[in-house]
C-alpha cells in the first residue's frame, strides 16, 4: 500500500525550501527592525478557546475546524489561526505585567477544513503580529505598515489596501439593532449563511461573498457612516496617519473581517496575482478580546498573512529571489585514499562555515564529475595520488572552466 498526502496537504519540497527560508528570513528582519519578538504556541488548544474568541457563528468555528476528543475526553482543535493562542499565551504566562506594551509576532502552521484551491490548503502557514497594551491608531497603522514592508523588500509593489472601522461596544449595538430592521426586509431572498446571521451578526452579511447577498445588501447603512464620537477619531487618526506615510487605501464600508473580535478599525490587504482569492494579508484592533478569554481589560491589534498565498504572488512575479544552496567546493577522489582525504577535508571545510560535498557513491570521475554539475557546484578539486603528494591541486570554476592551483593544506576560495 502507498500512503499519499492528505488532502488538503501539500509536501514542500526541496527545491521549494529555499524560497521559503527566503520569505521568513525577510519577515524576521522587517519584525526585528520593528521591535517585534517572536512568540510560539502549541499547535493545538482547547476548543473552548477558539469558539470563545473567534465567535460561534463563524465559518471557521462552525465549519471549518479540525476538532477531536482526546484519551482524555477533552476537547482539543488544531488552530485554525494564530491570534487566540498568541493571546492565550499573553494572559497565562502574565506578559503584560512584564512591560506596558508587548509585540510579539509568529510564523506557522495553521489547520482549517476548507475546500482545496490554489493559496488555501488545510494545513496552511501564516505570519502574523500582535501589539497588547495601547490604544493609540499609531498602532493600527504600524500593523499594516510592517506587512507592507515585509512585501516591498520581496519585490511586491502591486497590492491594495482597504480599510473600515467596525465601531466599538458603544455604537455598535444601535447600529446593529438599525442593520436587523433593514435586512428582515430582504430576509427570505438572502443565502441560507446570512440568513443565520441576521439575528446574530449582521455585520458578517455585508461582508457574504454570495453574489445575490451582495446586490440585496448594496444600499443598506455602513457602520462607518454610525460611528460614535471616539470611534470616529479614532478612524481619521488612522486615515491622517496613513495619509502622512503616503500609503495608498481604500475606504470599503462593507469590510468587517470573517472574526468576531474586531472593533474600531479592520483592514486588508490583496493583490489581483491571486485571482478570486486575492486576499494576502488582514488584521484589525481589539479591544475587547483580552478581557473576553480572562485577561485584563487589554487593547490590541494584530494582522495574519498567508505565505502559500504569497508565495503565490513572487512565483508570479520571479520575485523570490534567494541564494544559492549549491555547493562552494565538491570534491573528485581518483582512489580509495584520496576519497578517505576528501571526505576529512569537506568535514573540516563544513566546519569553518565552507558548504562542500563530496562522491559517497564510489563512483567514476566522469559521474563524479556530473555529479557537481548537477548540483551547481562552484568550484571542483580534483584529488589524487600526485595531488596529495605535493599538497597542491587544481581549483576549477564551474562557470568559466578557469583552473588556479591551491594549497590543499589552506584551501583559499576566489573572492
Request: with cysteine; charged share 25%; aromatic share 8%.
Amino acid at each position: 500500500m502507498k500512503f499519499r498526502t492528505i488532502k488538503g496537504t501539500k509536501d514542500i519540497l526541496p527545491e521549494e525550501t529555499a524560497g521559503w527560508q527566503n520569505v521568513e528570513s525577510v519577515i524576521r528582519r522587517v519584525m526585528r527592525n520593528f521591535n517585534y519578538q517572536e512568540i510560539r504556541t502549541p499547535t493545538f488548544e482547547q476548543t473552548g478557546l477558539f469558539a470563545r474568541s473567534i465567535g460561534e457563528l463563524t465559518d471557521i468555528v462552525s465549519k471549518e475546524m479540525y476538532t477531536f476528543l482526546d484519551r482524555s475526553e477533552e476537547s482539543i482543535t488544531l488552530r485554525p489561526e494564530g491570534t487566540a493562542a498568541t493571546l492565550r499565551a499573553y494572559i497565562q504566562n502574565n506578559l503584560g505585567e512584564q512591560s506596558p506594551l508587548t509585540k510579539v509576532y509568529y510564523i506557522g502552521p495553521m489547520f482549517r477544513q476548507e475546500r482545496p484551491q490554489a493559496g488555501r490548503l488545510r494545513q496552511f502557514h501564516q505570519f502574523g503580529a500582535e501589539a497588547l497594551g495601547a490604544s493609540s491608531p499609531q498602532l493600527d497603522v504600524e500593523m499594516m505598515v510592517l506587512p507592507l514592508e515585509i512585501y516591498k523588500q520581496l519585490g511586491i509593489d502591486h497590492f491594495s489596501l482597504k480599510i473600515n472601522s467596525v465601531g466599538c461596544e458603544k455604537c455598535r449595538p444601535a447600529y446593529k439593532q438599525l442593520l436587523q430592521t433593514e435586512l428582515r426586509k430582504i430576509f427570505t431572498q438572502l443565502s441560507h449563511d446570512s440568513q443565520v446571521r441576521v439575528e446574530q451578526n449582521p455585520l458578517r452579511v455585508l461582508d457574504s461573498k454570495d453574489k445575490k447577498d451582495r446586490e440585496l445588501t448594496a444600499g443598506m447603512p455602513l457602520m462607518n457612516e454610525h460611528l460614535c464620537e471616539e470611534c470616529t477619531v479614532h478612524f481619521a487618526s488612522v486615515r491622517s496617519l496613513l495619509d502622512a506615510l503616503n500609503i495608498p487605501y481604500e475606504v470599503d464600508g462593507r469590510l468587517v473581517r470573517g472574526l468576531d473580535y474586531y472593533t474600531k478599525t479592520a483592514f486588508e490587504i490583496t493583490s489581483t496575482a491571486l485571482g478570486s482569492q486575492d486576499a494576502l494579508a488582514g488584521g484589525g484592533r481589539y479591544d475587547l478580546l483580552v478581557e473576553e478569554l480572562g485577561g485584563k481589560q487589554t487593547p490590541g491589534v494584530g494582522f495574519a498573512a498567508g505565505i502559500e498565498r504569497l508565495l503565490i504572488v513572487l512565483s508570479k512575479l520571479n520575485e523570490n529571489k534567494i541564494a544559492s544552496s549549491a555547493p562552494v567546493i565538491f570534491f573528485v577522489g581518483l582512489d580509495e585514499t584520496a576519497r578517505i582525504w576528501t571526505f576529512l577535508k569537506t568535514n573540516e571545510l563544513r566546519r569553518q562555515g565552507t558548504c562542500a560535498e563530496v562522491d559517497y557513491l564510489g563512483r567514476s570521475v566522469k559521474s563524479q564529475m556530473r555529479e557537481a554539475n548537477r548540483q551547481q557546484a562552484q568550484y571542483v578539486i580534483v584529488v589524487g595520488e600526485q595531488e596529495l603528494k605535493t599538497k597542491t591541486a587544481k581549483l576549477k570554476n564551474m562557470h568559466t572552466g578557469e583552473e588556479t592551483a591551491v594549497s590543499l593544506e589552506k584551501i583559499e576560495i576566489p573572492s
